[in-house]
């Protein structure tokens, strides 16, 4: 599976573990950037070409990562086509995959630990959408609002 990654500085350290035990799990990952660390990098940018690649990319996965995770969410669901849910246990990645069939997630790195960052992410990419009639039609409603159809 391919997987979308990005961060600012504040999660640097963060998405590098996440690109190498994803990378030795067998994911394809794709590294928006940072590419360097940059204490006075700016997040929207990185985090909307992650999205964009995922929007074009259907089937593909994304995560954004910065200190909080809250501007990364919010600039990755600017993008057309993505559902960023902010998770910070597994419970809630495993709900944003189940409910919302959410496409991109998003982590703060100063929020936990590097293991426990792995673990909320690799519950995420594991865990299906339910594909239960009521999310369905629920997540439906947002794309159609989205498409200026509501
Ligand atoms: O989480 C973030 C946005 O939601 C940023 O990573 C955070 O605001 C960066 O903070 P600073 O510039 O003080 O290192």
Do not use: W
Request: with cysteine; charged share 25%.
């Amino acid at each position: 599976m391919r997987i979308h990654i990005a961060t600012d500085h504040a999660a640097f350290e963060l998405k590098q573990y996440l690109v190498e035990r994803l990378t030795e799990d067998g994911f394809d990952i794709v590294d928006h950037g940072a590419s360097v660390y940059d204490a006075a990098d700016d997040y929207p940018p990185l985090m909307i070409a992650c999205g964009e690649a995922v929007a074009a990319e259907p089937g593909t996965l994304g995560i954004v990562l910065g200190g909080s995770g809250n501007g990364e969410q919010i600039a990755a669901n600017k993008v057309r086509g993505i559902r960023a849910a902010l998770a910070y246990n597994v419970e809630l990645a495993e709900l944003a995959r189940q409910h919302n069939d959410a496409n991109v997630v998003a982590l703060g790195g100063r929020m936990q630990t590097l293991e426990e960052g792995y673990d909320i992410v690799r519950t995420f990419l594991d865990t299906p959408f339910s594909e239960e009639e009521r999310h369905a039609r629920r997540i439906a409603m947002v794309e159609a609002y989205e498409a200026g159809r509501s």
